[in-house]
């Protein structure tokens, strides 16, 4: 299976309804991520990354082949040992950005994804509104740590 070719099978589908638990596997068989807008304050990932992100008014995703890569913030609140923030570093190397936009005009997606990660886009809709442009990657685009 393609992005092209999942991205084109979660195309209309119905808030709440985004991707079925056995799309989830065949994505993640296949190295594919899909990634959504969940209510106002979440993005999730599924797939090859099963995760989720708080993202009230939107956020900024760091992701490698390994998964979301954490923040700098996050990693330094923690008692890690140098080896961990050697690590840190070498994925941040190869690591790509995903902006979630959030978008409180009611003409436009409320969730919006932006990404220099080749990457497929579906629409969710909300009681036949168009609610989230979401996206389906391949880990293998974004490069090797």
């Keep these: 299976m393609t992005k092209e070719q999942l991205a084109e099978k979660l195309d209309g589908r119905e808030y709440l309804r985004e991707i079925t638990k056995d799309e989830e596997e065949q994505a993640k068989q296949a190295g594919l991520v899909v990634v959504f807008g969940y209510s106002d304050d979440n993005v999730e990932l599924r797939g090859a990354i099963d995760d989720e992100i708080g993202a009230y008014n939107g ?3 760091t992701v490698d082949q390994e998964g979301i890569v954490p923040s700098w913030e996050r990693l330094i609140e923690t008692e890690v040992y140098e080896a961990e923030f050697e690590k840190y ?27 220099p990660i080749p990457h497929a886009t579906f629409a969710i809709q909300e009681d036949g509104v168009n609610y989230c442009q979401g996206i389906v990657f391949s880990l293998a685009d974004i490069g090797a740590n």
Excluded: P
Excluded at 91 to 113: C, G, M, P, S
């Design 59 to 61: 956020t900024t995703i």
């Design 89 to 115: 570093f070498r994925r941040k190397q190869h690591a790509k950005e995903i902006k979630a936009v959030w978008n409180y005009e009611l003409d436009k997606f409320a969730w919006t994804f932006e990404t």
